[in-house]
């Protein structure tokens, strides 16, 4: 079925609609020719809006809406995205029930949920039309990108904490990083599009509601407007420089390693930016997960401010075990260990002395 006999084969040239399809039709030039992609629909107005422009932009667009089953009428939900998505042109649309759990809070589950659905959903529909990897395209706007850079900012772990989401970080794709909220919702009333409005967008319980319903208003109210839109242009130029040190830092790494440790010497040479990223590399290689500021500058001082201090136990390892890294005879080295702390800690830090 093609798009004119699926749907709307024409978007009214509104100014909301051209800025959405603008926008979706560069994210398709930067990233390769036009190709089939997946578009995350929730039934919410960022969502259809970026599916309605899809629909015109790209080859084939196919609906993924995931249930969370956290609402009574989440299956009437998901069921009106259904029949929107296929309305507007969609190829297909697929209903992805999911469990939420409650591991790391309500909102951390739902999204780990949702994004596991997604992947698999877009792999099996690239396998079932023998295609390469089908990019799924997520509704996030440019306030999406200056809640999350705020959000960011209050965990206080580095740039790399505040440099936002990604136009492109695979298979994800955020074209409508630069279209704000009203423009996608007004698209949706330029074509007459009932939008469903989540009730944890606005519930006080949860920190991004919040931002958006308060903090956010009052910032743009006492700094005089532009606020999002400042927050997310520093998002884009941290991006540029991450990229920038991240390049630096694999080359640094590769010269620092012996087998699976890394040379202190050498990595005491290095500026402190480029240093702590070899060391992020380093531990992400080796299994850590979750880094935090405090354990990075927890590594970082064995190489630097070096007193024979014992290891520093970083997230990872498996059940039963941590891991931790360590400084023996002039090498950072990483372990698994049963308490946490490394080897005992009395007879490694005598070692250490007479060694390192």
């Given at each position: 079925m093609d798009r004119?006999?699926?749907?709307?084969?024409?978007?009214?040239?509104?100014?909301?609609?051209?800025?959405?399809?603008?926008?979706?039709?560069?994210?398709?030039?930067?990233?390769?020719?036009?190709?089939?992609?997946?578009?995350a629909l929730s039934g919410g107005a960022d969502s259809l809006a970026l599916t309605a422009a899809a629909v015109v932009e790209a080859p084939r667009v196919h609906a993924l809406i995931v249930d969370h089953g956290l609402q009574a009428d989440s299956t009437e939900v998901a069921a009106r995205a259904e029949r929107a998505a296929l309305r507007l042109g969609c190829?297909?649309?697929?209903?992805?029930?999911?469990?939420?759990?409650?591991?790391?809070?309500?909102?951390?589950?739902?999204?780990?949920?949702?994004?596991?659905?997604?992947?698999?959903?877009?792999?099996?529909?690239?396998?079932?039309?023998?295609?390469?990897?089908?990019?799924?395209?997520?509704?996030?706007?440019?306030?999406?990108?200056?809640?999350?850079?705020?959000?960011?900012?209050?965990?206080?772990?580095?740039?790399?904490?505040?440099?936002?989401?990604?136009?492109?970080?695979?298979?994800?794709?955020?074209?409508?990083?630069?279209?704000?909220?009203?423009?996608?919702?007004?698209?949706?009333?330029?074509?007459?599009?009932?939008?469903?409005?989540?009730?944890?967008?606005?519930?006080?319980?949860?920190?991004?509601?919040?931002?958006?319903?308060?903090?956010?208003?009052?910032?743009e109210q006492v700094l005089g407007g532009g606020v999002a839109a400042a927050l997310a242009r520093t998002a884009d130029q941290l991006r540029d420089d991450d990229d920038l040190l991240d390049g630096l830092a694999a080359d640094a790494l590769t010269v620092a390693r012996v087998g699976g440790d890394l040379d202190v010497a050498m990595l005491a040479a290095q500026p402190p930016a480029l240093r702590r990223r070899v060391i992020r590399a380093w531990l992400l290689d080796g299994g850590a997960r979750a880094l935090t500021a405090k354990h990075l500058h927890g590594v970082d001082d064995l190489v630097v401010r070096w007193?024979?201090?014992?290891?520093?136990?970083?997230?990872?390892?498996?059940?039963?075990?941590?891991?931790?890294?360590?400084?023996?005879?002039?090498?950072?080295?990483?372990?698994?260990?049963?308490?946490?702390?490394?080897?005992?800690?009395?007879?490694?830090?005598?070692a250490m002395r007479e060694t390192d």
């Open positions: 004119a006999s699926a749907g709307l084969a024409v978007l009214p040239e509104t100014a909301a609609v051209l800025a959405v399809r603008r926008a979706v039709r560069a994210w398709l030039a930067e990233t390769g020719a036009p190709r089939p992609v997946a578009v190829a297909t649309a697929r209903v992805l029930p999911v469990r939420v759990g409650r591991s790391g809070g309500l909102e951390a589950a739902a999204r780990e949920a949702r994004y596991g659905a997604l992947r698999s959903a877009a792999t099996e529909v690239a396998e079932a039309s023998d295609s390469a990897e089908l990019p799924v395209l997520l509704g996030h706007t440019l306030d999406d990108q200056a809640e999350t850079v705020l959000l960011g900012l209050a965990r206080g772990s580095g740039g790399r904490s505040i440099h936002g989401m990604r136009a492109h970080d695979p298979p994800w794709g955020r074209p409508l990083l630069g279209v704000r909220r009203d423009q996608t919702r007004q698209l949706c009333a330029d074509l007459d599009q009932p939008v469903y409005d989540d009730p944890h967008n606005f519930a006080p319980d949860f920190v991004r509601s919040r931002l958006r319903g308060e903090v956010l208003p009052l910032l007193r024979g201090q014992g290891g520093v136990a970083v997230g990872g390892g498996a059940p039963g075990f941590r891991l931790v890294a360590s400084r023996r005879r002039g090498r950072l080295t990483l372990e698994r260990s049963t308490d946490g702390f490394g080897p005992d800690r009395a007879q490694d830090t005598e």
